[in-house]
């Protein structure tokens, strides 16, 4: 399961990276896809400041939001 099910009374089930289902209120659950979407973010703009094929303006303009 990716996504969350919604359950009476505010609480969602949702799995994380494990496999193991949690049953939680919905700003877990929030707070949880918000930490992964960051990593993945940060992933990704690691993989373009290191593209060789990327400009010298545009590989500045990462490294400036990284460091922000």
């Keep these: ?23 939680r209120p919905v700003a877990d659950w929030i707070g949880f896809l918000a930490s992964r979407l960051y990593v993945s973010a940060r992933k990704e703009m690691v993989r373009h400041v290191s593209d060789p094929s990327l400009d ?8 400036c939001t990284q460091a922000c």
Excluded: E, N, Q
Excluded at 1 to 23: E, L
Excluded at 56 to 63: E, K, V
């Design 1 to 23: 399961m990716t996504g969350g099910v919604i359950h009476d009374g505010g609480k969602v089930s949702f799995c994380d990276a494990a496999g193991r289902v949690h049953r």
């Design 56 to 63: 010298d303006p545009g590989r500045a303009a990462l490294r």
